[in-house]
Structures are given as C-alpha cells and as structure tokens.
C-alpha cells in the first residue's frame, strides 16, 4: 500500500457508500459533493474528517466552489456516480457536447483537477445506452483527456464481492496514461458462498409487533461472521424503525411465499401491483435482490413487513455504526442509491495496488516513454 494516503473528491457524493469503501482502503476522502441536505448530514455524521459541500453539480460555478473548497490541497482521485437521467445523442464522438450535464461536471472537475485516477459508477443500462455510444462517448472523452479508461467487461455484481445483494452496476476505471491501464478485481466470493439474507440480518430484533425505536438495544448475539463484522464498532442499533402496513397489506405480504413475488399470489389479491419486482419476498438463504429507495415493493424473508432501513443497510454492507439522517423517507433513498461500501472497499483497494504495482515495477505500464516519470503518489 502507498504510505502516503491518495486524496479523493466524491462527486454526487450521496450519504457516502463509495465513500466508505475508500475510507476502510485508507484513502483521505477530502470533500464530498451533492444537492442534498440530509445526504449531506449522513455523509458528514458517518465521516468526520472529510469536508462537505451542498452545490448543484448541474451548474457552471460548482466546479469553482469545489476548487475554493479544497484550497491548494491536491485531489489524487476523483469519483462519483452521476445519475444518468436526460442522456441524448448530439451525434459527437465527445460526450462534451452533449446536454449531459450531470456527467460533465465529473468531466469538469477531472480536467481542473487532473487527478492520478477516476472511477464513475452507473445503472448496468449505460452500457447498452443508444446502442453503446455513450459508453464509446465516455471512454472517447476521457481518453482525449489523457487517461487511459477501463470499463468493467460486463456489470460487478455486489454479492460476487461478499454483499448479501444482488446487485449489478457498471464501472469505469480512467487511470493517467503513463501509469498503465486499471484491471478490475477478481470475485472474493463464489455463488455456492454468496452471504444470504438471513446471514445479514438475522440478529436483528423482528419489529413484528411494534415499531421500534431510533436507538435502541440489540436483543441477540451477532448470529453469523458477516453478523460479527457489521456489529464491530456499535453498541446500539439505529435505524430500526418498522413501517406501519395496513392489516389488508401485512395480509397480502403473508400470502408471498420466500423468494416468491406477485405471481404466487392467488387470483385476485394484490392485482393493485403486477410488475416484475411486485410483492416480492425475500430469500432467507439466498442474497437479496436490489434493495429500492424505499418503494415498498420488497419484504422482509420472514416478517410481513418492509426490510427496515437497518435491514436495507446490512444488506448494502454498511457497518451498523454508519448512521442515517433525515425522514424515513430520505433514509431510505441514502441506502438504496449507494454503491454498497464493501464492493467500493474491493475498488478502492484493486487502484491501490495497481499504482504500487506500476511504482515497484511488478505491472508493466504500457506508455514506455512515461516509464521514467517520477510517480508521484
Ligand atoms: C446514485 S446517488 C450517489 C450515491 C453515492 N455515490 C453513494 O455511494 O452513497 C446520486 C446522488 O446524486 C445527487 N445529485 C443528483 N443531481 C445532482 C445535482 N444536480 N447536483 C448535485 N448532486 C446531485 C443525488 O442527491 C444523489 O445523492
């Protein structure tokens, strides 16, 4: 590992999960970026040492908020998920010229920045999008700014990384040409080992017939190894606050066999919700399936209930020390938007190591006249 720690900036920060996994890799996450007060909060309360900024990355000036922010500090790696909504072809080769103001500002802040590394998360569809041109856009660009971009051969799935979740987002990878091209990490866990629903949060008092309370008391001991590692550092239980179904909802949800969705209902109940992911019961022996941001259409293995926002949390991977702010409602959107920390942990660490390769010599670099630059991380 570097002795010195990379600085990393966090754009469309969100409460923090990609944040998260830089921190336990040992990165010095500086500033976090977004438009939401109560993410913000979140991000801040769960990082202390990192600074935060609420500005509208869709706008001309953030970029010099962000640059009077972190002063003559140094941003070694820039990183963000920016949401991909309003994407439309101009019909240039340089995504630059697009109206896609929310992936600019990443491209923005690179270009001002020129950090040794970036890494963009997405929706597995931005690979597919307008047939791969925006895609081939986003490595075109990055590219001409001189970066070298890797972009995952298909969508990481968390639960190959040991999150009890199945699911899939894309990466990209730009490291500075000079300094070799990123390879992804290979899976820590295969399916027959994926860390199940009830392996995550089985230890968890069943809200069954109350509520619960903001902070409360843990009532069993951690149950499994992944139990064990979420419970670490936390003496108390935040964020375990059931939802309060009607009597018909709870009944509907009782009628869901584990694993099962809207389909195994009987005919004519909860014809009110018939897509894919209706009414869908989780598995207690099988990881989950993308937890939402809070649209009640998944639930609990075992109560008849939605997951709580603790539940949503264990099953992102976030420790039970890392705590939300806001209403349940925004709680719920922090959790479900985040890259899980455990899989962001997995990245975080394969950057590290691909600049200690490339510094000891271990990973050839490609660009053999920049092999005499002096590395300076
Ligand atoms: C997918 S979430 C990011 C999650 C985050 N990377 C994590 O791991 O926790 C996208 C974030 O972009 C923020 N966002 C959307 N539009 C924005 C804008 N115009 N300016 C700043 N932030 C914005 C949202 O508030 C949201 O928190």
Known sequence: MSEKQLNVLDLFCGCGGLSQGFLDAGYNVMLGVDFEEAALKTFKYNHETSDVLLADLSKDEAIEEIADKIGDQKVDIVIGGPPCQGFSLTGSRDINDTRNTLYLAVVKAVRRFKPKAFLIENVPGIATLYNGIVKQQIINTFEDMGYNVSVSPKPLLA???????????????????????????????????????????????????????????????????????????????????????????????????????????????????????????????????????????????????????????????????????????????????????????????????????????????????????????
């Not at 990878?173 to 392996?199: D, N, Q």
């Not at 309370?213 to 009532?219: A, F, H």
């Not at 949503?312 to 985040?338: C, H, K, M, P, Y």
Request: aromatic letters at 10%; one cysteine or more; a positive charge.
């Open 159 to 377: 639960a190959d990384y040991g999150v009890p979740q199945m699911r899939k987002r894309m990466f990209f990878v730009g490291i500075e040409k000079g300094y070799g091209s990123f390879e992804f990490p290979e899976p820590t866990h295969t399916p027959e080992r994926y860390v199940t629903c009830s392996e995550a949060i089985s230890d968890l008092p069943s809200r069954d017939e109350e509520f619960g309370e903001e902070v409360d008391n843990y009532e069993k001991k951690p149950q499994s190894l992944y139990q064990e590692f979420m419970r670490q550092n936390s003496k108390k239980l935040y964020n375990h606050v059931a939802t309060n179904h009607t009597e018909h909802v709870k009944w509907v949800i009782s009628q869901v066999p584990e694993g099962g969705n809207h389909k195994d209902l009987p005919p004519g109940i909860g014809d009110s919700r018939k897509f894919n992911e209706a009414w869908t019961r989780y598995h207690s022996k099988k990881p989950s399936r993308t937890i939402d941001t809070g649209h009640r259409n998944h639930f609990h293995y075992k109560y008849n209930r939605v997951p709580t926002v603790r539940e949503n949390a264990r099953l992102q991977s976030f420790r039970d020390d890392f705590v939300f702010i806001g209403t349940r409602t925004q709680q719920n959107r922090q959790v479900g938007n985040a890259v899980p920390p455990l899989l962001s942990l997995n990245l975080a660490k394969a950057i590290l190591r691909h600049f200690d390769d490339v510094k000891s010599g271990r990973r050839k670099v490609k660009d053999l006249e920049q092999l005499n630059l002096e590395l300076n991380i």
